[in-house]
Structures are given as structure tokens and as C-alpha cells.
């Protein structure tokens, strides 16, 4: 698979969407994951509130009854992600929100000239003499 998806970033013009997420910094991609299962954190519980636990027995399957709780357990969890990947430098909320626009601005940057880097590497590629084999 991972071959396939090689072969079909080069043959586009634009890299492939798991090429450009293979790209992102590794504490990126753990907070975009982090962010997405605490997002998917009331569906499972309601998916769970509904098959498997409906008499809510269990204090999973109770939780599961208190959408709002829910919701709220899952907010605090990608928000203390947040806090644990990317910790404020100072206490104020304001400061805070400047030092994550400058790491998003530094990080979009980075990832920018990695994707042109790679677009000219590719370019570079396409348009090399080919070898040739030596005559014996």
C-alpha cells in the first residue's frame, strides 16, 4: 500500500494527502489525534449508552445518560492535551493565545517549505537525464 501511495504522489502534480500528513511535525499529529478521539468521545458514548449498556449499570453506561458531562469531560480532555503538548510560558489566557497563533503561523510555515522542497525534488526527478547503461 505504502508503495501505492508513493506512486501515486508522484505521479500527481500536488502530493497526496498521506504524503502532506507525513510531513507534519510528530507532537502535530499526536495533538490531531489527541483532538479527534476526544471529538469522537460522545458519539462512543452514546453509541455505548444505546447497545451496549442500556440499562446503564455500569458507570460508563450511566456517564453515557449525561450528554452534557460527556461533552464536558471531552472538552477538558483535548484541552489538557493542548496544555500537555503545547505548555503557556506565562498566565495570561491572552499570552497563551499569541504563543499558539506564533506556533501555528511557525508550524504552517515549516510545513509549507517541506511540501516546496519536496515539489522541487520531485521536479528535479522527472527531468534527470535518465542513466544510461555502460557498453561492455
Known sequence: MRVEL??????????STWTRLRL?????????LLFLLSA????????????VDADGS???????WHPTLVSGLSF??????LLYLERPQG??????????????AAVQA???????????EEEEERHAPEPHPSEP
Not at 507534519?24 to 490531531?32: G, I, N, R
Not at 477538558?76 to 492535551?81: D, K, S
Not at 498566565?91 to 501555528?104: E, H, M, N
Not at 515549516?110 to 522541487?120: P, V
Open 6 to 15: 508513493e506512486q501515486r504522489a508522484r505521479n500527481d502534480a500536488s502530493a
Open 110 to 120: 515549516d510545513f509549507d517549505g517541506a511540501l516546496r522542497r519536496r515539489a522541487h
Open 76 to 81: 477538558a480532555a483535548a484541552f489538557g492535551a
Open 91 to 104: 498566565l495570561s489566557p491572552v499570552a497563551y493565545a499569541r504563543q499558539l497563533r506564533d506556533r501555528l
Open 40 to 51: 469522537l468521545a460522545p458519539a462512543v458514548a452514546e453509541l455505548n449508552a444505546v447497545l
Open 24 to 32: 507534519l511535525p510528530h507532537p502535530v499529529l499526536l495533538l490531531s
Open 58 to 64: 455500569t458507570w460508563l453506561g450511566a456517564l453515557a
